[in-house]
Nanobody, 126 residues
Framework: QVQLVESGGGLVQAGGSLRLSCAAS????????MGWFRQAPGKEREFVAA????????YYGDSVKGRFTISRDNAKNTVYLQMNSLKPEDTAVYYC???????????????????WGQGTQVTVSS
């Protein structure tokens, strides 16, 4: 069973940057995909970005393209989300999640992921 632990959230002013980390413990398949989602109060959980462990192909939600970058360090079993040019509307709890290998569900859908971290709060002040 893979456990996911996020870190790196905090309070930042608009225009600032933060880097989130997601450490995965346990056995991870090289063909699985790791994703970042976020959820603001009163809103549905939203896809942010995803990356394949093997090959490193990346995918982004429209609201973060050009500002956020997802990356991974296979040796450390860690996925990162570098967030630049942050806006107040980026305020949310950010979750990392694992989409199992062989899944055919759209990778931007929450139901594609069967393992989730506990989340880390990101607050962007105006």
């Amino acid at each position: 069973q893979v456990q996911l632990v996020e870190s790196g959230g905090g309070l930042v002013q608009a225009g600032g940057s933060l880097r989130l980390s997601c450490a995965a413990s346990g056995r991870t398949s090289s063909s699985s995909i790791m994703g970042w989602f976020r959820q603001a109060p009163g809103k549905e959980r939203e896809f942010v970005a995803a990356i394949k462990w093997s090959g490193g192909s990346t995918y982004y939600g429209d609201s973060v393209k050009g500002r956020f970058t997802i990356s991974r360090d296979n040796a450390k079993n860690t996925v990162y989300l570098q967030m630049n040019s942050l806006k107040p509307e980026d305020t949310a709890v950010y979750y990392c999640a694992r989409r199992p290998s062989g899944s055919t569900v759209l990778l931007s859908a929450t139901r594609a992921y069967n393992q989730w971290g506990q989340g880390t709060q990101v607050t962007v002040s105006s």
